[in-house]
């Protein structure tokens, strides 16, 4: 290798570093994913088991209830173009069920918030559910609106959608690779005991309507 080569690799290793240290700066200045001791609380009331990812500032609860799998987790990450990109916590939770005459549904809040890449399904028609609260908090799209539309206005589905609405809330029923999925996730809304069993409430009512209308069972 030339003289001229190598000072290239050089510079390039040295600016690669540069960019490496300076996001995991920007990591590191992230809104945390709550406390250690708030999740850790939360796995003790429901009954979960707990775990975490220090380098990657990731927390979990992995639990079941009424035989649906559930797993909640937070973690910190960046998004964004160019000198642009941000940091950002998420809070995604998932049950799984065993898709039976399943549907699509999303929900997504209105209010305002930063543009994100979440995981979720936008297939189907565009709907209102018909009460007044819920279609100003959220927009739909359902490939079976009457049937999403009667879960949406279960009670407690229904309390829970709205106690949660934050700016980049949404809600997912999907199948994916024949396997159903129910997913609530949103980005830096502070997470407290209260508000992650709230979330865990809301996919265990979410999968109780699946089965009580038959769309899913217990995997």
Do not use: C
């Not at 001791?37 to 088991?49: I, L, Y």
């Not at 220090?54 to 209830?65: F, I, M, N, Q, S």
């Not at 890449?117 to 209102?128: C, D, H, P, V, Y």
């Not at 359902?142 to 949660?164: E, I, K, N, Y």
């Amino acid at each position: 290798m030339n003289t001229s080569a190598f000072i290239i690799v050089i510079v390039g290793l040295l600016i690669f570093a540069a960019l490496a240290v300076v996001l995991l700066l920007s990591n590191r200045g992230a809104q945390a994913p709550a406390s250690r001791e708030t999740w850790r609380a939360f796995a003790q009331q429901s009954g979960g088991s707990y775990s975490e990812n220090p380098l990657g500032r990731a927390r979990k609860v992995t639990l079941a209830e009424r035989g649906w799998p559930l797993s909640l987790e937070a973690w910190s990450t960046l998004n964004g173009p160019g000198d642009s990109i941000q940091s950002y916590t998420r809070l995604l939770a998932q049950g799984a069920f065993a898709p039976l005459a399943a549907y699509v549904l999303h929900a997504e809040s209105r209010l305002p918030g930063a543009p994100a890449i979440n995981l979720t399904q936008r297939g189907g028609e565009a709907f209102a559910t018909g009460d007044r609260e819920l279609d100003a908090g959220y927009t739909f799209r359902s490939s079976d609106p009457a049937r999403a539309s009667a879960l949406l206005r279960t009670p407690v589905v229904r309390d829970l959608l709205l106690r949660l609405n934050a700016p980049e809330a949404y809600l997912d029923i999907a199948v994916e690779g024949g396997a159903g999925v129910v997913r609530f996730g949103g980005e830096d809304t502070p997470l407290s005991v209260a508000r992650l069993d709230d979330t865990r409430r809301l996919v265990v009512a979410v999968l109780d309507g699946l089965a009580a209308g038959g769309a899913a069972r217990t995997p």
